[in-house]
């Protein structure tokens, strides 16, 4: 039995994906709780905490594009046409986001508003249109000749409006978590305060998605619901209020590590969700991961280079992660 180069390639674009949602994920919720902190001092401690960090976020975002295009590229044609409007707003949302944190820094005190509400506003842009994204890509596409149907606004739709709001809140969520892990004081206690009401929220957001998407498709309901493959998903939702039980009992002492790692939990179970609704296709509802994959030279001489690429990435990511370790007090950032 040959090695199956489609499937290996959809679990690195499915683990580049998840990297970058759990980590440019607390980047961008701590641009969404902007508006809810007022003091200056502690905004600036907000973004002290993701300074060092913020640039090779994103790394994985473009680890998961790249990937796509080189193991997938009919379903990267289909999703880049079919997704151009909000695919230009994330990335203008993104743009918009990177200057203003730069500005912010350097701005005067008759400046910097202006750059904060940038920050806020790109923050909840690129979120926004990711949940976007994310809601056109579960309601599949119909493909006709290589191109999906529907016209260039097809992507807007309640459903894929209100991901996108979901996406916002499960960020928010992550953006707290993370603020408790790294900060002290009157901002951490502000940030407890708040983070309950966005974890209630995000537990929302995820039970309203997974009745509507079953609703609207028949093959997602049949897969979670009939026999025997009820009995193998349904820990996903089980584990789901359990994380969300966790969460709220680790918010009830001092909390430190604990919210984030179990905010982290959850949206692990929500992507798992996604994985089991729409497999095997790369481009639902019915083209596969076979059906849309490159030639196998494509995809092995890729590979080769992700497998180089890859552990590198994981590397200096996590060397940075634990030399800027540590709580981030107000007044100070890293030198």
């Given at each position: 039995?040959?090695?199956?180069?489609?499937?290996?390639?959809?679990?690195?674009?499915?683990?580049?994906?998840?990297?970058?949602?759990?980590?440019?994920?607390?980047?961008?919720?701590?641009?969404?709780?902007?508006?809810?902190?007022?003091?200056?001092?502690?905004?600036?401690t907000?973004?002290?905490?993701?300074a060092?960090?913020?640039?090779?976020?994103?790394?994985?975002?473009?680890?998961?594009?790249?990937?796509?295009?080189?193991?997938f590229?009919?379903?990267?044609?289909?999703?880049?046409s079919?997704l151009?409007?909000?695919?230009?707003?994330?990335?203008?949302?993104?743009?918009?986001?990177?200057?203003?944190?730069?500005?912010?820094?350097?701005a005067?005190?008759?400046h910097?508003?202006?750059?904060?509400?940038?920050?806020?506003?790109?923050?909840?842009?690129?979120?926004?249109?990711?949940?976007?994204?994310?809601?056109?890509?579960?309601?599949?596409?119909?493909?006709?000749?290589?191109?999906?149907?529907?016209?260039?606004?097809?992507?807007?739709?309640?459903?894929?409006?209100?991901?996108?709001?979901?996406?916002?809140?499960?960020?928010?969520?992550?953006?707290a978590?993370?603020?408790?892990?790294?900060?002290?004081?009157?901002?951490?206690?502000?940030?407890?305060?708040?983070?309950?009401?966005?974890?209630?929220?995000?537990?929302?957001?995820?039970?309203?998605?997974?009745?509507?998407?079953?609703?609207?498709?028949?093959?997602?309901?049949?897969?979670?619901?009939?026999?025997p493959?009820?009995?193998?998903?349904?820990?996903?939702?089980?584990?789901?209020?359990?994380?969300?039980?966790?969460?709220?009992?680790?918010?009830?002492?001092?909390?430190?590590?604990?919210?984030?790692?179990?905010?982290?939990?959850?949206?692990?179970?929500?992507?798992?969700?996604?994985?089991?609704?729409?497999?095997?296709?790369?481009?639902?509802?019915?083209?596969s991961?076979?059906?849309?994959?490159?030639?196998?030279?494509?995809?092995?001489?890729?590979?080769?280079?992700?497998?180089?690429?890859?552990?590198?990435?994981?590397?200096?990511?996590a060397?940075s992660?634990?030399?800027?370790?540590g709580?981030?007090?107000?007044?100070e950032?890293?030198?």
């Amino acid at each position: 039995m040959g090695i199956d180069l489609p499937l290996i390639w959809f679990l690195i674009i499915g683990f580049g994906v998840m990297m970058y949602v759990i980590m440019d994920g607390f980047d961008l919720g701590i641009g969404i709780l902007f508006p809810f902190i007022r003091s200056r001092e502690d905004r600036d401690t907000m973004v002290n905490t993701v300074a060092p960090v913020w640039d090779g976020n994103e790394t994985w975002l473009v680890l998961g594009g790249a990937g796509l295009m080189a193991a997938f590229p009919k379903a990267y044609a289909v999703l880049l046409s079919a997704l151009y409007i909000p695919a230009l707003g994330l990335l203008m949302g993104l743009i918009w986001r990177g200057v203003s944190f730069e500005f912010r820094f350097k701005a005067n005190d008759a400046h910097k508003p202006f750059w904060d509400g940038a920050f806020m506003t790109g923050s909840f842009v690129a979120a926004f249109f990711q949940g976007v994204m994310l809601g056109a890509f579960i309601n599949g596409h119909h493909v006709v000749d290589g191109v999906a149907t529907g016209g260039v606004l097809a992507w807007l739709t309640p459903f894929n409006v209100f991901t996108g709001l979901g996406v916002v809140v499960g960020y928010a969520l992550l953006g707290a978590t993370w603020l408790i892990l790294k900060t002290e004081g009157q901002l951490q206690r502000l940030v407890i305060r708040a983070t309950t009401p966005i974890l209630l929220a995000t537990l929302a957001s995820l039970l309203i998605v997974s009745v509507w998407t079953p609703l609207n498709h028949p093959a997602i309901a049949q897969r979670w619901f009939s026999l025997p493959n009820f009995l193998f998903f349904v820990p996903v939702p089980i584990l789901v209020l359990l994380s969300t039980w966790a969460t709220l009992r680790s918010l009830r002492a001092e909390p430190h590590a604990g919210p984030f790692i179990w905010s982290l939990i959850l949206v692990f179970l929500g992507y798992s969700g996604l994985v089991i609704s729409i497999w095997p296709n790369i481009l639902p509802p019915d083209i596969s991961i076979w059906e849309a994959a490159a030639p196998p030279q494509s995809l092995g001489f890729a590979l080769v280079g992700a497998l180089l690429i890859i552990p590198m990435i994981l590397v200096y990511t996590a060397w940075s992660y634990y030399v800027f370790r540590g709580k981030v007090k107000a007044g100070e950032g890293y030198h």
